[in-house]
């Protein structure tokens, strides 16, 4: 996996004002805000989310996962879309609540307990701590 993140996008923004601006045009131009709440927007992403799950149903170990890419996007694009209709309807800035949920996240799953596990919270909470003993190895 690519862990530079420049890589697939521009890392200096979530989305462009002018992508707010296509995705609220789009829907004006349809009169569908009226259809937008926040109800029906989640309702909207949890479908999408649906549609997304199955592009990886019953596909083993999704070695031919790279064959549906172009429907993981579409899909991908949709709950996006929907989400940014949700912080639009709602007022709420994407960036400042990925950042306040990433930082809520960095205290549940600190890095010397969560590396390399799938634990959930809970149960790294229940890990010991970490001690070092006298040679300066952890225990």
Not at 89 to 117: M, R
Request: proline share 4%.
């Amino acid at each position: 996996m690519n862990n530079d993140v420049t890589s697939c996008y521009d890392a200096e923004a979530i989305v462009s004002r002018n992508t707010y601006q296509k995705i609220a045009k789009f829907n004006q131009d349809r009169n569908w805000d009226q259809f937008h709440t926040p109800k029906d927007l989640s309702i909207s992403i949890s479908l999408e989310a649906a549609e997304l799950l199955e592009c990886f149903q019953w596909s083993g170990s999704d070695l031919h996962v790279h064959q549906k890419k172009e429907k993981i996007i579409e899909e991908t694009a949709d709950i996006l879309i929907y989400a940014l209709q949700m912080c639009q309807v709602l007022k709420i800035d994407p960036e400042e609540i990925i950042k306040n949920k990433l930082a809520q996240n960095e205290l549940k799953y600190p890095a010397d307990k969560a590396y390399g596990s799938a634990l959930k919270y809970t149960e790294l909470q229940r890990l010991p701590e970490k001690q070092d003993s006298p040679d300066g190895t952890d225990k």
